[in-house]
């Protein structure tokens, strides 16, 4: 855990151990990292618990497992799944993505604040 240009990192070894932690500081997350297959639950599993609880909540899923089922179709199109990292991971790409998946962010947060105003 460690600040980076005032955001703060959190990791997790235990999806069930992330999952708690996210329910607890909901609104404060902007991003989330999550490795496809893990125990316990499984990276899509986590990812459609977290979006229920926070739907401006960004998600990537990494994994170094082809993801070509219905289901990683399913959570990509109904933007669940909005970001996707093929292992090996280079590191620019990661912040590329991570780049790419703060400013979406802050682009819907602004725009659903207008709708509310």
């Given at each position: 855990?460690?600040?980076?240009?005032?955001?703060?990192?959190?990791?997790?070894?235990?999806?069930?151990?992330?999952?708690?932690?996210?329910k607890i500081n909901v609104e404060k997350y902007i991003l989330v990292i999550s490795d496809l297959r893990m125990p316990a639950l499984t990276g899509m599993e986590l990812?459609?618990?977290?979006?229920?609880?926070?739907?401006?909540?960004?998600?990537?899923?990494?994994?170094?497992?082809a993801t070509e089922d219905d289901l990683f179709q399913d959570y990509t199109k109904k933007e669940l799944i909005n970001g996707y990292l093929q292992k090996?991971?280079?590191l620019?790409?990661?912040?590329v993505e991570v780049d790419?998946?703060?400013?979406?962010?802050?682009?819907l947060k602004q725009e659903s604040f207008i709708k509310i105003a």
């Open positions: 855990m460690g600040p980076i240009n005032g955001i703060t990192v959190f990791t997790f070894t235990d999806p069930v151990m992330a999952l708690e932690h996210f990812i459609k618990e977290l979006k229920t609880m926070n739907r401006f909540v960004r998600t990537i899923l990494m994994t170094a497992f090996p991971i280079h620019n790409d990661l912040r790419n998946q703060l400013h979406t962010y802050e682009l």
